[in-house]
């Protein structure tokens, strides 16, 4: 499998994308404290590619006095052996002489390279990442590996970057990624619980020591291999059995960004609030596949007021994300809760979608018929074909004179009519323009 070296001066935040980027679910496999702190090496999933990853900060402990000296030292070895090395800066630091000492140095190495400034947060990180082009690495991603900001991009980056070997590991014996998301009191511990069968499954380490452990493996009844993320601590603190303090919304950000199914529990019978509206938009943004949960079913009163209440709210106010499943349940007595996962699986598939070049094009001819298209400074447009380079989520580029100007509500029309021709509900869709000559 490919390898990935992550590289780059010391406190960079080389350790702290390590983790986010091997989903840190490894804390559980080996969970010996003090073993996963300096823990180098991980396979992790990009996008659907199986990749190796390698922290050099794991090497770093021979040091010879100049910090060039020390950075190449614990990254040759690595990098001569990687198929994609990642430069890490630290964006707030800014561009260093040791980060051009090495970046003249890597370029030496004819591997490639993937620039990122990390703690690109700010004022500070965008004008590192302009400075990070006078490197010479090509283009600078800018990501927070702390916040967990533009990992999404990072991982796609990366997945383009190494060679295909989804033919290795078959979709099927990857576990599906999923969280569960929502607003304090949505119902989230009870249900991670519920889906849990009551902590029979759980094998990862007592309470006390599950400060690092995010994530729970399980398999449903299905067979589909099924790993929750549980950055929220949901787990943690329904075993505890104490209130803790509530856990915040950005928790939820947090556990989507690592998910590929989120689960946005609402509470039925508060129905759908603004914040509820926001995650949605989230999920929809970070391109992760949606199934909302109408939880604590057991206790409303006018199901079909309710029903017909979260069915208009979700048409008005979530147009760019049609279709999202939406199923009745009841964490508390588990009524309903065997329709989840059918749904969770169903959505994951739809995201994973794949469609033939053939009859995509034959589509895309179709639908520019019933629409013209429109005139933009006197010239009419002209799209030639479509094409998709990833699923995960279905992301699909249109080709043609100007492209790029296509105006928005023709952009929206054919996002709608893909989505309706090939059922494509509840799943972000990206459609791309680019123009040829
Ligand atoms: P979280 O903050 O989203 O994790 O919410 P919790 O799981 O802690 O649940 C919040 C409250 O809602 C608790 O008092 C639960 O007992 C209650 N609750 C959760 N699910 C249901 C349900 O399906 N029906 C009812 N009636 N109450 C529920």
């Known amino acids: 499998i490919p390898t990935v070296v992550i590289a780059g001066r010391p406190n960079v935040g080389k350790s702290t994308l390590f983790n986010k980027l091997a989903g840190r679910r490894h804390a559980l496999v080996s969970d010996t404290p003090g073993v996963t702190r300096d823990r180098k090496d991980a396979t992790a999933q990009l996008r659907g590619k199986t990749v190796r990853l390698v922290d050099t900060a794991g090497l770093e402990e021979a040091a010879p006095e100049t910090l060039f000296g020390r950075m190449r030292a614990s990254s040759e070895a690595a990098v001569s052996e990687a198929d994609l090395v990642l430069f890490v ?15 003249a140095w890597l370029r030496r ?121 549980d950055t929220a601590g949901l787990r943690r603190r329904a075993r505890i059995e104490q209130p803790l303090e509530k856990m915040s919304v950005s928790a939820s950000i947090e556990a989507l960004k690592m998910a590929e199914v989120v689960v946005l529990a609402v509470d039925a019978l508060d129905g759908i609030h603004d914040q509820d509206l926001q995650l949605a938009r989230l999920v929809e943004r970070e391109g992760r596949a949606c199934v909302i949960a109408l939880n604590k079913w057991d206790a409303v009163p006018d199901r079909n007021a309710a029903r017909r209440a979260v069915s208009d709210r979700l048409q008005t106010s979530l147009a760019q994300m049609p279709g999202i499943p939406v199923v009745t349940l009841s964490a508390l007595t588990g009524q309903g809760v065997d329709k989840l996962l059918p749904a969770i699986r169903k959505a994951h598939a739809v995201w994973n979608t794949r469609i033939a070049t053939g009859a995509l094009n034959r589509w895309f001819e179709d639908a520019l018929e019933r629409h013209q298209l429109p005139l933009v400074d006197g010239r009419r447009l002209k799209l030639r074909y479509i094409t998709q380079p990833k699923a995960r989520p279905p992301t699909f580029i249109v080709f043609g004179t100007r492209a790029e100007q296509t105006p928005e509500d023709y952009q929206r029309y054919l996002v709608n009519s893909l989505r309706d021709t090939f059922g494509l509900p509840g799943t972000p869709i990206r459609l791309q323009f680019r123009g040829t000559r």
């Open 109 to 229: 190495q004819n591997r490639p390279v993937l620039l990122v400034v990390n703690k690109a947060e700010g004022r500070a990180g965008a004008n590192a990442a302009l400075e990070a082009f006078s490197l010479g690495l090509g283009t600078p991603i800018g990501v927070s590996a702390e916040h967990g900001d533009g990992l999404a991009d990072l991982m796609g980056e990366i997945a383009d970057r190494v060679p295909d070997n989804s033919d290795a590991e078959p979709a099927g014996e990857r576990p599906l990624k999923l969280a569960i998301i929502g607003r304090p009191n949505a119902g989230k511990s009870t249900l991670l619980n519920r889906l849990l069968g009551e902590e029979r499954m759980i094998t990862g380490p007592e309470p006390g020591l599950t400060r690092d452990a995010v994530a729970v493996r399980f398999t449903d009844a299905d067979g589909t291999e099924i790993e929750l993320v």
């Open 89 to 103: 800066v630290d964006g707030r630091a800014g561009i260093t002489p040791a980060d051009e000492h090495f970046a």
